[in-house]
């Protein structure tokens, strides 16, 4: 169906942004259904909000490689350009004749007013402006509470959720479009000379044979979750050496897949028997944690950098640079917090149930800022997500909306016992004490000096010994904790 005064010819450029999949895309859907002559365009902006971390621009460039070659076999091309959004974007239209421009709607505060500055500079130059959904379940604005303000607790949040889900349905995700009218090819910055890949050193090798940036590899891994690890989910998700987790969120923060795609495939998983109810719906709430993450920082501008409770804002936090690059090097002498800042820093991922241990020995155990924290995720994980890593952190950290209470100290020995019985978790990434019997994998300095000679260890040498002790750190960040509620 064609719009107001649109002729079959006009012209129009589709934005990608984060959303870079050609199936179930609203704004590409209503495109090529508008009748337009279209051009494909990422534009690498240096004023673009929050720009993506070091482990991100590496997955950026793969995703980017995978759509162009998708636009390619349809016959069209993805015009890469570097420049601000509103000049490259003047330009594309310039060159195209375009008076209609297409785009994923972006949610974070300061997305929210570039798009809003954009959007008002572009109609000024006679443009049309159309922006969709796809990134969330839900637009955020879609449930409130009964008295109309947002929601600050999950369950009545996801509550409404479902109800709503269940009362409208989320639509079937839309195919990719068998036949789009492609604009002719216009000049394009050669990805390779955009600099997003790491060279010297190459700190990404290790991220190649396990990531398949991109829409097939998006499905790839989900088809492999739904066959190798979705029965079992609920229970299995908190083991970190299982195959219990999907492994989706890279894909999904890029948009190489889109959330209502992988419910969709939930529901033929559960009706198939793949998965069973109790964990298809178990699945389906983490989505809307991702959902419920991303509503508290469209409502709370400043969640992403400020505590959520403000109780929490005069926090002592000490700062230790020596002791946060201890941390970030898993060389913390905690074997599971060891193990999880490894395998952040060899794959860019890091197991959800490793990240809260790790995160809580940050602000707790050595009580540095948990904003330190949540920058070195940023920077090294794939799926780096502005409001999931802000909400996280201030979960564990205790000062976000709903979070775990303050006193809630992860203790990193009994964690690892009950969540990485077998030690395959530590031994894979902390191999210099992978000779220690299980029962003192998780708290080596507790083993006699034979075993540890035998397995090699030479603690304060070949593996370190514990930067702080658990019960006396522990101590100190409730008693800092305590203050602060006194004080309130
Ligand atoms: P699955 O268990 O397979 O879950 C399916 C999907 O649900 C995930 O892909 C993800 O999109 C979503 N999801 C699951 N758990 C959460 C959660 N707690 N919050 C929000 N969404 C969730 N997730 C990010 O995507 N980006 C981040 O930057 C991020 N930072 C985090 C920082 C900390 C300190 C902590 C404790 C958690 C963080 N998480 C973040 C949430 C969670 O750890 C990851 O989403 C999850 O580990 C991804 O693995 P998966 O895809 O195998 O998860």
Not at 239 to 256: I, K, V
Request: hydrophobic share 40%.
């Amino acid at each position: 169906m064609l719009g107001d005064g649109m002729s079959e010819n006009d012209a129009a450029l589709l934005l990608f942004r984060d959303d870079l999949r050609l199936s179930d895309h609203p704004a590409l859907t209503a495109a090529v259904q508008a009748g337009h002559r279209l051009t494909c365009a990422f534009i690498l902006d240096p004023d673009a909000p929050y720009p993506p971390g070091g482990a991100r621009k590496w997955w950026l460039h793969h995703a980017l490689a995978a759509l162009s070659e998708q636009v390619a076999d349809l016959g069209g091309q993805l015009v890469l350009r570097h420049g601000t959004s509103f000049d490259e974007l003047t330009r594309l239209r310039d060159e195209t004749g375009a008076k209609h421009i297409y785009w994923s709607r972006r949610y974070t505060p300061d997305e929210v007013a570039a798009d809003t500055t954009l959007k008002a500079d572009l109609t000024a130059q006679g443009c049309t402006v159309h922006s969709h959904p796809g990134r969330y379940l839900l637009e955020p604005w879609r449930v409130t509470t009964k008295s109309g303000t947002p929601f600050k607790v999950f369950s009545p949040f996801w509550r409404a959720c479902r109800e709503d889900i269940r009362a409208t349905g989320l639509g079937d995700p839309l195919p990719t479009p068998k036949k789009i009218n492609f604009g002719a090819h216009l000049p394009s910055v050669p990805l390779d000379e955009v600099d997003l890949l790491p060279t010297a050193p190459n700190w990404a090798k290790g991220f190649e044979p396990l990531w398949q940036p991109g829409e097939a590899g998006a499905w790839a891994r989900l088809d492999a979750f739904l066959e190798e690890g979705a029965q079992g989910y609920a229970k299995g998700r908190d083991f970190p050496a299982e195959p219990h987790t999907s492994r989706l969120s890279p894909y999904l923060q890029s948009g190489n897949i889109s959330p209502r795609q992988v419910w969709a495939a939930l529901d033929r998983a559960e009706h198939l028997g793949q998965m069973s109810g109790r964990d298809a719906e178990k699945f389906r709430a983490e989505l809307g944690w991702r959902d419920f993450a991303a509503y508290l920082l469209f409502h709370n501008r400043d969640f992403e950098d400020c505590e959520f409770q403000p109780k929490f804002r005069d926090f002592p936090w000490r700062y230790d640079k020596d002791d946060l690059t201890a941390w970030q090097k898993g060389q913390t002498g905690y074997p599971i917090v060891d193990a999880g800042m490894r395998e952040l820093w060899q794959t860019g991922y890091m197991h959800n149930r490793v990240r809260m241990v790790v995160a809580s020995f940050l602000v707790k155990h050595l009580r540095i800022d948990w904003r330190a924290g949540r920058d070195w995720f940023w920077d090294t994980l794939v799926d780096g997500d502005l409001a999931s890593n802000a909400a996280s952190w201030q979960w564990v950290a205790g000062c976000g909306a709903d979070a775990a209470p303050y006193f809630r100290v992860f203790n990193p020995m009994t964690q690892a016992e009950k969540f990485d019985p077998n030690g395959d978790y530590i031994r894979k990434y902390v191999p210099e004490i992978a000779g220690l019997p299980d029962k003192y994998l998780a708290a080596p300095w507790t083993a006699p000096d034979d075993v540890l000679e035998d397995a090699g260890v030479v603690l304060g040498d070949t593996y370190p010994a514990p930067m702080v002790d658990h019960a006396t750190a522990r101590k100190a960040a409730l008693d800092a904790f305590e203050g602060l509620s006194a004080g309130a």
